[in-house]
Structures are given as structure tokens and as C-alpha cells.
């Protein structure tokens, strides 16, 4: 299609439905209009279209592949790298419930303009159209897929809910950055105040910063890179329009300028040159060449016995953690050292000292164990915790690692060992009680440890790292897949771009992954060499998130060559189960680390997951958090009322001082 | 490609742990049983394509945890399913207490058309039965749902549990289909109660 230079479609995006209550009266009935919405600059003034097919649901066709094969694909199949325009016929078949009744959609595509004239009253009644400068708000709503509302300025109009069953509002999002500022409300994050380019333009830099203080810091923490990336394009659209000048209305920019004005200021940066749309994307920070590492040998018996004294204090203990790192220990250390990586043992204790605290830790035990145990029958039976607990740790100590000649078998000791001390566990910790994944979390401890006490209170300093996964909010697993997210991100924006296409950016599919680090993924031998590896603490903090990182990069080009979807995606990770080489994942996992640690501009949020510069932060200061100076600027900081003179995004979650530029400009994204 | 499936079911199926769910799953989908048993963590699927009334049925049947403290994550599967499968133990009192609270969650959280039915699955342990089939049947009947008692282990019922809610599903299509495909209609499809009412903790932390 020849583009009109006064017409011109900057995003469209197909599969947006309206669910329109259809007044039936007696039982709640939806009528749902699928259509697409478009981006359109018309002479200069930027329209959003929406637009139903020209039949939504062709009853015809509906639940009716079999007549066209070719016509059925899974739900969020459809191919990444197929352009959201475009404008060939799109098929797609919903596996879920409520869209059933809409598995084949029927698409002739409307013309631009006043062809929609000829479509039939009932269709039209959907469509709408309105300019950008009437917008007031866009919110933002998730409920399986993400859903929009407009608000205009004129109150008195209301718009249909827009529905992207098939994906594509955060990139109907960033579009409409480029024509107009969006802010967060400062009452509802999910609620984007709308003012447009050329409001922008007279908008000073505190306009800008009042935008980021809103929520800011609690914003980056969550998703540093939606934030740091929408802030950006503001800051993009700012200097646009400081460029353009009296050269109105025409959205030709000068992409070389900007990009050399930006690449100046804000170094490491790739600037992305649409000539076409006229506007730039900062597409990624540049990560450099992943370094090659080996792995080691395993820690021997004769090098943990050197680095004993004669007390039995544990010597040189940087070295011999890193030694463990590289290679992990030989099986005969295991029984030992692990009660030192796991700070059961301290490092500089002496043998003697040991002894005791083993002593004390032993009647602690039997204490605790002593409470269960003594618990009548008719005790129990008014006691539903301590019943349930029981019962979730009976049918869980039936069904862990059962093939493992320790756990096998019926009247296999290993299994009344598992579950005294999965029962004294929940005395010690009784608000926690018992959740499934914690048997998992134990049974190797006691596989190795061949002893119900050190097993005992090796799983207890286990827990204190995993605690937070298994709390009534799972609050952990919460945290750390927002953290994988911003990690692989920052690995490689397509692949993530292609997990959100798939309605897969929750990384639900890491699920098990975390909560019971990998132990169901790898034989288990290898979970005795992950989890030693892991304890040791390096080579950065959160090394298990790399380890997901290491296996997805090596699973990447497969779920994006095969076009997985939601469900593929999800089958294809369950089933890497028993089908990765350790050494190969660690080694791909350290890798990882080095390189991005060895990049210059990153962002605050990932040397935070990763623990690069914990020393850095300064306590008390809101700031701080995404403050801390960096060694590239030494500039000393600004008061933050001096953030008010400019800010500027950089697009990676980092607010930095330069002392490249003699304004005092800050860096806030 | 030639496509293999007329239509394409998503089934989930719930209950609290250790009633059976993945063995069922397993013995329907794998038509064997597996001694050595492993608690479910996360969610996962299995497929198998049946055949009903000529139409070739693919049945996606999601597997979930059943730990209550689970319920953040399994929820959010329940929204686009068209069948669950409520399971309890017949030989677990418990567990068939808890159907009620199973029930609450389905309808708090899927689609209210979703079509239910309920197993008292290990009736091959008959000597260690704590609930009657009659009590079975009577929560069943007092719901409205079918029911059915199934062994994953003697392979008893498990087939005609699956078939028979997938027959449900298809009759539930084929009314609706033809409730909105009235002759000479070309209009718009009326979805009774499309929307979920679900939420989600972990999808709240985007944008």
C-alpha cells in the first residue's frame, strides 16, 4: 500500500476486541467486536482509530478448522516476528472458554478513510475515532491479556474498553509515546495522564522530574525497563521537538542529530534509526563480548584438609570458595563443608568449638522434636495445623526423590527421617509450617549429612534463604521472577519481546525452577553440585537467577525458531527436566555474570539484583537507590532540588550524574 | 499442515494434594500407572486427542498443585478453562470436605459456564474408605455436577470421566452455537459471561 505522506498509519495492531454488554436482560451476555486499532498521522495530527472487522465472527467458520486446516493455530501462536500491520488475512484459534465462540475470525481489511462508510450500521456503532490531543488518559488494565481505557478531555464522551487478546498494547503504548507525553497518575500507577507533543515541548524539565518522582524508585524496582524506556522516549520527544524548531508538523526528524547528540551524552547507548517512522528507539545497552570461562576440578580432601589449622579453623577462606565455585566438591566433602557454606558451621570456629555448638544444637533438636512427638492422639485431633502439617508431610515424604536407594523402598529408614524432620521443622517454624517443595529442598541435605541433626539445621539455614518463596504471598517467587525478567532484558530485548509477545513475560514457567532451585530438573548428583556452587556466594549474589538466564539463552533459539506459544513454551521448559549438563549451564551462567559486570552503563536495578554495589548506598536518602555514584562519573550529586534543572532519561533504569556536560545535567530515567 | 483436532478443549483439574490428580492425569493420558509417585510443583499439561461424534477432540488437561498456599499461581490457569475435572479421595474425609471450598474457587475464579464434574478417585481402596459413594453422589446432586468414583490405579472410570466432560463441553458449544446462530444471521456472537473474575498477584507487576 502506497503511504499517503498526509495519512500515515504508525501502528496498528490487529486482534483488539470490545466486549460490549449486549443488554439481553435475563442472563449477562457479551457481545464481542474484534477489531483493529490503528495509529494515524494525518496531516500532522496524530488520530487513534479504532476500527471492528468487517465481520467480527463469522459464524460460519467458528469451531469449524476442520473445513481449513490451514486456518487453525493455537492461541498466541502467531509468529513474532510478523508485523503487528500487518495486513495479510490472520487466523487464529483461542483455546480458552470464553473466546470459543471466536476461533476463526474473518478478516477483510477496511480501507483508510470513509470505506468504512459501506459497513453495516451494527459495525460501525464500534468504531471510533479520535486525535491524540483529546486525550486525557489511557489506563492500563491486565486480566490474562492487557485491556485499555481512554478517557477523553471532553468528559461527557466515553469509549469502549479495548481489549489485546492478541498482544500489542505495550507497543500501542510506546507509539503513542512518541506523539505524546505519558505520565503516571500519581493516584492509580495504572492511570497514564496524557499531554501531547507539542504540550511537551513548552513543558520545562521539572514537568519531566515531577513525572519521575511519582513512584519512581518503586516504579524502577518493578520494572526498571518498561519505566526507564518510557522515560526515554520522553526525553527523545523532547529533544525532537527542540530540533525541529519551526519545521512543524512534519514528523521527518533528523535521526542522525539526535542520535549523535544522545550517543554523546549518554555513551554505550544504540540508537535505532527508523527512518520510515521518523523516530528513533533506544534499543539496548551494549553488553560487550560474553568472555569464555572454564570450570575447575572439585575441591579434594587434600585441599580442605591444607586449608585447615590445627585448631580446625577453616583458613584462607576467599580462596577456597572460589575453588568450590569453579568445581564444586568432591562427594566425600560434601558431609563437611556443606555445614560451612550453609553458616551452620562458622568458618573461623575450631574444631572444639564445633563439638559444642553441636552438642547444644543436638538437644535443641530432640527438644523440638520431643514437642511433636508427645502430642496425643486427642490432642491432635483439636490441633488442625499440627493435622495438617502431618498430613501434607505424609504424602509428600511418600512422594520425594523415591527412587534414590536412600528413599526407596517401603520401610526405607531415609523416609522416617525425612519426615521427623520435616515435622520438627514445622515446630521450629510453626507460622510457616509445611508447603509443598520444602521435601525437595531437604532430601538432599539429608542425603549428604546421613544424619537427622546436621540435616535438621542445615535445612533450617537453607530455609532462611528460600523462606521468603514459600510464605503465604510467595512473596520471594514475586520478587525474583520481576528480577529474571529485568535480567533478561537486558540479555536480549528480542527474546523478551518475544515472551511478552507470548503472554509469557510472568515467567511463570520458571515457577518450579525457583522455588525449589532446579532440584527437580537436574539428577541429583547435579543438585549436590549446583546448590555447593550457589551457597558459595559468588561469583555475584542471586546466582541462581543466571543459572534460569543460562538455560533459557541456550533454549532461546528454539522457542522463538519454533514459534512457541504460551502452552509450548511452558511444556518445552517442563520437559528441559533431566536434560541439562550442569557444568555446561554454570559455565554459561558465570559467563553471563562477567559480562554484564563488565558492562559500563548498567543499569542500577540489575548491580542491585546482582549485588555489584551494595557498599555504594547511601542509607536515608530515597535516592540513593538508584543514586549511588558511579565510578565513570564522579561527579558529586546534586541535591535533588537540583534534579530540577534537567533530567534526562538514559533509558536503562539508572539515574547518573554526568560530568560530561558542564549544566549539571542529571541523568533520570 | 494437516490440522489434527476439530476442536481443542482446555481441561484443569483440582483438588487438594495427594488425591490423585496427576495419576489420573496420567493414566488417561498415558493409559498407565506410575508407583513411583511426585508431588506436582508449578502447573503442567498433557494432551490427548479423543474422538466424539466424529469430531477429533485435542484435550489440553492441565495439571495443578494442590496446596492451598499454591493458589496464587494455580488460579490464574482457571480462567479460559471449559471443564474442570473437582477430585478428592474417597479415602481421605478431608479431602471430600474440601470440594465445597474447591467449588467457591471455581467460581471466583474461572468462567461461569465452565462445565464441572467431581471424582472420588482410589475406589479400588475400598477398605480404606472414609466416604461413602452416596455421599458422593449427594454433594454432586446438591451442585448440579456429575460425578463419578475412579481408580487411577485398577483404571476404573477414569476414561469415561474425561469423555464424559468433554461431551458436556461439546454440548454446551453446540447450544450456544446454535442459540447464536440463528438462520440467516450473520451478526456479531453473544459469549454468555466471557470475562473471568479472576486475580492475579503475579501479572500486577507490569506497568
Known amino acids: 500500500m502506497a503511504a499517503d505522506t498526509s495519512h500515515k498509519v504508525l501502528f496498528e495492531q490487529y486482534g483488539v476486541f470490545i466486549h460490549a454488554n449486549s443488554g439481553d436482560g435475563c442472563i449477562e451476555q457479551d457481545l464481542l467486536v474484534s477489531g483493529s486499532i490503528r495509529l494515524v498521522d494525518k496531516d500532522g495530527e496524530v488520530l487513534v482509530e479504532y476500527r471492528p472487522l468487517e465481520d467480527s465472527v463469522d459464524p460460519s467458520n467458528m469451531l469449524c478448522a476442520g473445513k481449513d486446516s490451514s486456518s487453525v493455530m493455537e492461541w498466541g501462536q502467531s509468529p513474532e516476528d510478523r508485523p503487528h500491520h500487518g495486513l495479510e488475512a490472520q487466523h487464529s484459534y483461542e483455546t480458552e472458554w470464553d473466546m470459543v465462540n471466536a476461533v476463526s475470525f474473518k478478516k477483510k481489511t477496511c480501507s483508510n478513510g470513509e470505506g468504512a462508510l459501506n459497513h453495516s450500521h451494527e459495525r460501525n456503532r464500534w468504531a471510533f475515532t479520535f486525535s491524540v490531543g483529546d486525550l486525557s488518559s489511557v489506563t492500563v488494565k491486565m486480566d490474562g491479556w492487557s485491556y485499555l481505557f481512554f478517557k477523553l478531555k471532553e468528559a461527557s464522551v466515553s469509549l469502549p474498553t479495548l481489549h489485546f487478546h492478541q498482544g500489542g498494547s505495550a507497543e500501542f503504548l510506546d507509539s503513542l509515546r512518541r506523539c505524546a507525553l505519558l505520565r503516571e497518575s500519581p493516584e492509580d500507577e495504572r492511570c497514564l495522564l496524557v499531554s501531547t507533543a507539542n504540550r511537551a515541548l513548552s513543558q520545562s524539565f521539572e514537568n519531566l522530574l515531577e513525572d519521575n518522582n511519582f513512584g519512581l524508585v518503586h516504579k524502577l524496582k518493578k520494572d526498571p525497563y518498561v519505566t526507564t524506556l518510557g522515560g526515554f522516549s520522553k526525553v527523545t520527544n523532547y529533544l525532537f521537538d527542540a530540533f525541529r524548531g519551526a519545521e512543524e508538523q512534519q514528523r521527518r526528524r533528523p535521526p542522525e542529530e539526535v542520535a549523535d547528540l544522545l550517543g554523546e551524552v549518554i555513551p554505550g547507548l544504540e540508537i535505532n534509526q527508523q527512518e520510515e517512522s521518523g523516530f528513533e528507539v533506544i534499543t539496548r545497552i551494549d553488553l560487550g563480548v560474553r568472555p569464555e570461562v572454564q570450570r575447575g576440578e572439585p575441591l579434594s580432601t587434600e585441599q580442605w584438609a591444607e586449608h585447615q589449622d590445627t585448631e580446625g579453623r577453616i583458613l584462607n577462606v576467599p580462596h577456597l570458595k572460589q575453588v568450590i565455585f569453579k568445581g564444586g566438591l568432591c562427594h566425600m566433602l560434601r558431609k563437611d563443608v556443606w555445614k560451612f557454606l550453609l553458616g551452620y558451621f562458622p568458618w573461623d570456629s575450631t574444631l572444639e568449638e564445633r563439638k559444642a555448638l553441636q552438642r547444644a544444637k543436638t538437644d535443641e533438636y530432640f527438644r523440638m522434636k520431643l514437642q511433636w512427638k508427645s502430642v496425643s492422639e486427642e490432642q491432635e485431633r483439636r490441633n488442625s495445623r499440627l493435622r495438617d502439617c502431618k498430613s501434607l508431610i505424609e504424602k509428600d515424604v511418600n512422594r520425594t526423590d523415591r527412587t534414590n536407594r536412600f528413599y526407596e523402598g517401603i520401610d526405607n529408614p531415609g523416609l522416617v527421617l525425612l519426615h521427623d524432620i520435616l515435622m520438627t521443622y514445622c515446630m521450629f517454624d510453626f507460622d510457616l509450617g509445611y508447603v509443598q517443595g520444602m521435601s525437595d529442598l531437604l532430601s538432599p541435605l539429608l542425603f549428604v549429612m546421613e544424619n537427622e541433626v546436621e540435616a535438621f539445621w542445615c535445612f533450617v539455614s537453607f530455609m532462611d534463604q528460600m523462606h521468603q518463596n514459600f510464605e503465604e504471598q510467595m512473596q520471594g517467587m514475586k520478587t525474583q521472577l520481576v528480577q529474571l525478567g529485568s535480567l533478561l532484558r537486558l540479555l536480549d530485548q528480542k527474546f523478551w519481546n518475544y515472551l511478552e509477545s507470548q503472554d509469557s513475560g510472568f515467567l511463570y514457567f520458571c515457577f518450579r525452577w525457583l522455588l525449589i532451585r532446579f532440584k527437580r530438573e537436574l539428577s541429583f548428583h547435579d543438585v549436590l553440585r549446583l546448590w555447593e556452587v550457589m551457597w558459595t556466594g559468588l561469583p555475584c549474589q542471586n546466582l541462581h537467577l543466571l543459572v534460569c538466564c543460562s538455560i533459557l539463552d541456550s533454549e532461546k533459539q528454539k522457542i522463538m525458531e519454533e514459534n512457541y506459544g504460551f502452552n509450548e513454551i511452558l511444556k518445552h521448559v517442563n520437559e528441559l527436566s533431566m536434560k541439562l549438563d550442569i557444568e555446561e549451564v554454570l559455565r554459561k551462567a558465570e559467563a553471563i555474570c562477567l559480562q554484564i559486570k563488565g558492562c559500563k552503563d548498567l543499569p542500577h536495578s540489575v548491580s542491585d539484583i546482582l549485588g555489584f554495589n551494595t557498599d555504594e548506598v547511601t542509607a536515608g536518602d530515597p535516592w540513593s537507590e538508584v543514586t549511588a555514584p558511579r565510578k565513570t562519573s564522579p561527579a558529586p550529586s546534586p541535591s535533588p532540588t537540583d534534579r530540577g534543572q534537567g533530567a534526562f532519561a538514559n533509558g536503562h533504569g539508572l539515574l547518573r550524574e554526568s560530568s560530561q556536560n558542564g549544566c549539571g545535567v542529571s541523568f533520570v530515567s | ?207
Open chain 2, 1 to 207: 499442515m494437516a490440522k489434527t483436532y476439530d476442536y481443542l478443549f482446555k481441561l484443569l483439574l483440582i483438588g487438594d494434594s495427594g488425591v490423585g490428580k496427576t495419576c489420573l492425569l496420567f493414566r488417561f493420558s498415558e493409559d498407565a500407572f506410575n508407583t513411583t509417585f511426585i508431588s506436582t510443583i508449578g502447573i503442567d499439561f498433557k494432551i490427548r486427542t479423543i474422538e466424539l461424534d466424529g469430531k477429533k477432540i485435542k484435550l489440553q488437561i492441565w495439571d495443578t498443585a494442590g496446596q492451598e498456599r499454591f493458589r496464587t499461581i494455580t488460579t490464574a490457569y482457571y480462567r479460559g478453562a471449559m471443564g474442570i475435572m473437582l477430585v478428592y479421595d474417597i479415602t481421605n474425609e478431608k479431602s471430600f470436605d474440601n470440594i465445597k471450598n474447591w467449588i467457591r474457587n471455581i467460581e471466583e475464579h474461572a468462567s461461569s459456564d465452565v462445565e464441572r464434574m467431581i471424582l472420588g478417585n482410589k475406589c479400588d481402596m475400598n477398605d480404606k474408605r472414609q466416604v461413602s459413594r452416596e455421599r458422593g453422589e449427594k454433594l454432586a446432586i446438591d451442585y448440579g455436577i456429575k460425578f463419578l468414583e475412579t481408580s487411577a490405579k485398577s483404571s476404573i472410570n477414569v476414561e469415561e470421566s474425561f469423555f464424559t466432560l468433554g461431551r458436556d463441553i461439546m454440548t454446551r458449544l453446540n447450544r450456544k452455537m446454535n442459540d447464536n446462530n440463528p438462520p440467516g444471521g450473520g451478526g456479531q456472537v453473544k459469549i454468555t459471561e466471557s470475562r473471568s473474575k479472576k486475580n492475579n498477584f503475579f501479572r500486577c507487576t507490569l506497568l
